[in-house]
């Protein structure tokens, strides 16, 4: 396996600035304390296509505010600083990844299920109470994204890996770390951290197969695991693979929810999810 180093060097180079400027000032002035709402809004205003786009975000049923929201400077009072950023980063991240073999996935596919297992990781925290929820957002929607550095960087041992687990019927992580020796849960963590994200977001990306060997995110962990299967139980895969699946859903267990709330949680991403996917593409 790897250095970080090194992986960061062969695998995730490419990527490591390639997030556009507005979400990197925006980050740095989050992190001055003198920082004012319209400082935010000029930042983020600097990006018009941005700014439509995260407009109708926060317009949407995917916050049900009581009146609409008519500039950034508002949507930061509604969503909150470090929410709203987390936005930025989902609305900027769909346009980082270019030129992967097209037999290797369908993009808009993945995007789809990404954003499912956005949509389900966010509502999930909401019925139980969770803070964050952008966060939890940008968790489920990042889940997957060490694929498509593995695609792009190694398209043939990616071949390899995606026809042994379609003719064995196996999860595609576990052939990546028989085949590559590592798997993209490993490579969407050390790309994460490379983009300086914290931890809480990190950690669930990192182990969203095995949300047990979370030690600090348990809960957040199992919240994007049990999103992703929900997602791929909804129709929304990567590539129609339901052997994607984890065939136990440890995940219930830890996030505590019973049959009726899972067959909700199901309805609610068949009914917003069109909506969203509009938002990004």
């Not at 979400?23 to 740095?28: D, E, G, I, M, V």
Request: charged share 25%; glycine share 6%.
């Amino acid at each position: 396996m790897p250095t970080s180093a090194k992986m960061q060097t062969d695998l995730i180079g490419d990527w490591v600035s390639s997030l556009p400027e507005v979400y990197f000032r925006l980050k740095a002035a989050l992190d001055n304390s003198e920082t004012s709402f319209d400082d935010l809004g000029k930042i983020i205003s600097s990006d018009s296509a941005l700014v439509a786009r995260l407009l109708k975000i926060v317009n949407s049923s995917f916050y049900n505010l009581a009146q609409p929201v008519e500039n950034i400077t508002t949507a930061l009072s509604f969503v909150g600083t470090e929410q709203l950023s987390y936005l930025v980063l989902a609305a900027s991240v769909t346009d980082q990844f270019q030129g992967i073999p097209k037999d290797l996935v369908d993009m808009k596919k993945f995007w789809k299920h990404s954003l499912a297992c956005g949509f389900a990781a966010k509502y999930l925290s909401s019925r139980r109470g969770g803070d964050g929820l952008e966060s939890m957002f940008l968790a489920g929607m990042l889940h997957d994204i060490g694929k498509l550095v593995l695609f792009k960087k190694l398209p043939d041992a990616s071949r390899k890996v995606l026809e042994i687990s379609r003719d064995q019927k196996r999860p595609v992580y576990q052939v990546e770390q028989e085949v590559i020796g590592y798997d993209h849960s490993l490579v969407g963590q050390e790309l994460l951290r490379a983009w300086k994200l914290p931890e809480s977001l990190v950690d669930p990306v990192a182990h969203h197969h095995d949300p047990f060997d979370s030690e600090d995110y348990q809960f957040k962990t199992a919240t994007v695991s049990l999103a992703n299967i929900l997602a791929n139980t909804c129709g929304y895969t990567c590539g129609n693979r339901s052997f994607d699946l984890d065939p136990q859903m440890d995940s219930v267990g830890i996030v505590d929810l019973n049959e009726d709330e899972l067959e909700r949680i199901s309805e609610e991403i068949n009914t917003h999810l069109d909506e969203l996917v509009s938002f990004f593409f």
